[in-house]
């Protein structure tokens, strides 16, 4: 599923718009780390937001950056803030991120990087959730399939609905910010689907580390899209 995809998608490289009016390529932008590899995360208190926000600007000029980006199938330690949410704490907890995270200030427009139909939108509300979503419906060579936009601004999400066109490089909704984008430091979380399994509004972005080549095949990469040389 996703290998066709992955194909169709590199195929249509350069069709491709951006998802966020910023240069992905930039000299500024910074892969950020948010495994257990990375010593910051150790002693954190991720379950408060604003030292969350704190360390994502640290790592970010630790490196002369003011974008951080990366993500995709990364087995991260950040979503213990929010074990109910991720997991019982009895079993296994979903740790596996199944999209691209790019860290950037709120009110950063979020643009549609191929024409569009909106496929359902939720609000997302929970701490440590998406906060308010957008999930876009696209169409290539006759195959749909899906991109998911996450931690969004609320008020964007009033000129939406479900069948709404949006037209390639049109922005659609913003970067929201933190507590209203599921209480987050800002950042959009990107994500291709090949097909939502009925879901609307939502869709796992993290998953059971032992479960990856289910999920890395119906979740392709989202750097397809985003195409940054830094992930």
């Not at 399994?197 to 750097?223: K, T």
Request: glycine content about 8%; hydrophobic content about 45%.
């Amino acid at each position: 599923m996703a290998t066709f995809l992955t194909e169709l998608l590199q195929r249509h490289a350069a069709e491709f718009s951006p998802v966020l009016p910023v240069d992905l390529n930039g000299a500024d932008v910074a892969r950020l780390d948010f495994t257990a590899r990375n010593p910051r995360l150790q002693a954190a208190d991720l379950r408060n937001t604003a030292a969350f926000d704190e360390l994502v600007n640290e790592l970010l000029a630790a490196q002369n950056a003011r974008i951080g980006v990366g993500g995709y199938l990364e087995n991260r330690v950040i979503y213990r803030r929010s074990p109910t949410l991720f997991g019982d704490v009895a079993l296994p907890a979903r740790s596996l991120h199944l999209g691209v995270d790019v860290w950037l200030p709120a009110g950063t427009p979020v643009l549609a990087p191929l024409a569009a139909t909106v496929h359902s939108l939720a609000d997302n509300a929970n701490f440590g959730d998406y906060g308010p979503t957008v999930v876009l419906q696209h169409e290539l060579e006759g195959t749909t399939f899906y991109s998911l936009y996450g931690h969004l601004g609320r008020a964007g999400l009033v000129h939406l609905q479900a069948g709404q066109r949006i037209e390639k490089g049109a922005a659609f909704a913003t970067v929201g910010p933190w507590p209203e984008n599921g209480d987050w430091p800002p950042h959009l979380h990107f994500q291709l689907v090949a097909d939502m399994q009925g879901r609307r509004g939502d869709f796992p972005g993290v998953a059971l580390p032992e479960e990856q080549a289910y999920w890395a095949e119906l979740c392709p990469n989202p750097n397809l899209v985003l195409q940054s040389r830094w992930l």
